[in-house]
């Protein structure tokens, strides 16, 4: 391979962010560190998260049906309290982040809330299964599972079975990517869009963003090469990886409902999300593109108040409301 120039600069404002979290967040992850990090203080503040956002949400654990012969499913249920029990709301079916091994349905779900308080929307935020102990096809089964119980039920709570809009975030968004494969390949829910922010789509690991940052912000090619090995095992990177595992494998994206792509200039995942992107043009799709100049993998969680997370979590609302406004 020729030599891997340097990677674009941080945002200014993002980088003074990510310089205060130096010293407790390395980019790096091995295979043997992810018990500690399913251990470390940002996954116990999950379980402090208000999923009620000050009282805007009646919000309702329900455990539902897996996939066949495996353990049933963990769903967050999150309907706004001043809804008009007559008229069903839209559905924001949320995958959580953290590298399939790592988080839970209360990870990244206050972004589809504040849509969801916004817009007037339910929101179902899936738990699935983690590797390694529970290699794929587990993750995304489970969150098909999921998925096909709340359209099946989606009356119960004042959804909308027809407008459900899939949501996730790095690892979500690329199981969010696969279960809109998995949902068209299997003559799913009609689904009306897939919101993939910073999407994990391609466990080859190879392209030139993903060497431009090894080593560098916070998920870099290490911690990508640990979390795909998780995944896949002795597979990863080889001819014979399921689409329904790393989307970008897929030879066909025609018939996918339109899509939101967002990445950061500065991350490992840029050029995989580009060429997705692309892809689904090529195959005559909808799909809206953003790649945030200086923007590190995750940046708008890091840095909720700097100018460029401002602009991109307006970027994802305003898509999203022309979606529902169709």
């Known amino acids: 391979m020729a030599p891997v120039p340097p990677p674009p600069p941080f945002d200014p404002e993002l980088a003074a962010a990510l310089d205060l979290v130096k010293d407790v967040l390395t980019p790096g992850l091995a295979l043997d560190e992810i018990p500690t990090a399913r251990q470390g203080a940002g996954m116990e503040l999950l379980g402090l998260i208000d999923v009620t956002m000050g009282g805007a949400f ?34 924001i079916y949320h995958v959580h982040g953290g590298g399939m091994i790592l988080g839970n349905n209360r990870a990244g779900v206050d972004g589809p809330l504040a849509w969801a308080r916004e817009l007037g929307a339910v929101v179902v935020s899936v738990e699935y299964r983690l590797a390694p102990e529970h290699p794929h096809p ?101 001819p014979d990886v399921s689409p329904y595992a790393a989307p970008a494998r897929a030879d066909d994206l025609s018939g996918l409902p339109p899509a939101f792509l967002d990445v950061g200039s500065a991350e490992t995942f840029r050029d995989e999300v580009v060429e997705y992107a692309s892809r689904i043009w090529q195959s005559g799709g909808v799909a809206e593109l953003h790649v945030w100049p200086g923007g590190f993998h995750g940046f708008d969680g890091f840095a909720p108040q700097a100018s460029l997370s401002l602009a991109a979590r307006a970027a994802q609302q305003d898509w999203l409301r022309r979606l529902l406004n169709r």
């Not at 309907?79 to 839209?90: F, N």
């Not at 989606?154 to 975030?169: H, N, T």
């Not at 809109?180 to 009609?190: F, S, V, Y």
């Open 138 to 238: 587990a993750p995304v089964e489970d969150a098909y599972a999921g998925l096909l119980w709340t359209a099946a039920h989606a009356g119960e709570f004042g959804g909308d079975p027809d407008r459900i809009v899939l949501a996730g975030s790095s690892a979500g968004g690329g199981l969010t990517a696969a279960l809109a494969l998995l949902a068209r390949d299997r003559q799913g829910p009609p689904l009306i869009g897939q919101l993939l922010m910073c999407p994990m789509l391609d466990d080859r690991n190879e392209t030139v963003s993903s060497h431009q940052m090894a080593g560098v912000g916070v998920w870099d090619r290490t911690a990508n090469e640990t979390a795909w090995t998780a995944l896949l095992g002795d597979r990863r990177g080889g």
């Open 58 to 91: 009646d919000a309702e654990d329900r455990t539902v049906p897996g996939p066949p012969g495996a353990p049933d499913v963990s769903l967050l249920v999150c309907r706004p309290v001043d809804a008009d029990p007559a008229v069903p709301l839209p559905v």
